[in-house]
């Protein structure tokens, strides 16, 4: 099996998704704080402040690339518009999560993103299957998430919501390469 690479930098169009940095704390802290980004998140509180994004990015340095990837979402123009991470799940399968500061919704950025990541998820880190879900009552992420590839399963789980501060309904989906 190949050495999987510790700083994989992937490359659209428009984006650059690249290892998160600690001096990213500010710009996540400041699009992050936003009720109507955190709250389709599981594990992001609101309010979100500076302390959260140091905290958080603290707690990245040790982290198993095998297990999860995590990448900024760099446009362009614009600098770090968000976030998207593979992470485990109770099953231990990679379960894809991203969010994008408000600004930068409805452009495309989001399923242009998860079609890169899927792609490096594919063949560099080499999964052949990506589970993730949206809330119920966030379409906008399920659009995002079928234009990349994603089936729905016909599951409908409670997941948490931290910034809600209560399970909600979410639609489960697959990726298979």
């Not at 991470?85 to 242009?112: C, D, I, S, V």
């Not at 993103?113 to 119920?136: C, E, I, N, Q, T």
């Not at 409908?156 to 919501?161: D, E, G, I, N, T």
Request: aromatic share 8%.
């Amino acid at each position: 099996m190949c050495a999987i690479e510790l700083e994989p930098v992937i490359r659209t169009a428009r984006l650059r998704l690249r290892k998160p940095r600690r001096k990213d704390a500010a710009r996540i802290a400041a699009l992050a704080n936003d009720i109507d980004v955190a709250r389709m998140t599981t594990r992001m509180p609101h309010p979100y402040g500076l302390d959260h994004a140091e905290t958080y990015l603290d707690s990245l340095a040790g982290r198993d690339p095998s297990r999860e990837a995590l990448f900024v979402v760099d446009h362009e123009d614009e600098g770090l518009i968000g976030m998207l991470g593979f992470h485990p799940n109770e099953l231990g399968r990679a379960e894809l999560g991203y969010w994008l500061g408000r600004p930068y919704w409805g452009q495309g950025y989001a399923t242009e993103a998860a079609s890169a990541a899927l792609v490096w998820a594919s063949k560099d880190w080499r999964r052949r299957m990506v589970v993730a879900g949206h809330f119920a009552d966030n379409p906008a992420s399920g659009e995002v998430l079928c234009k990349a590839g994603f089936l729905y399963t016909g599951e409908v789980r409670r997941l948490p919501s931290a910034a809600r501060g209560e399970p909600v309904p979410a639609r489960m989906m697959v990726w298979l390469a």
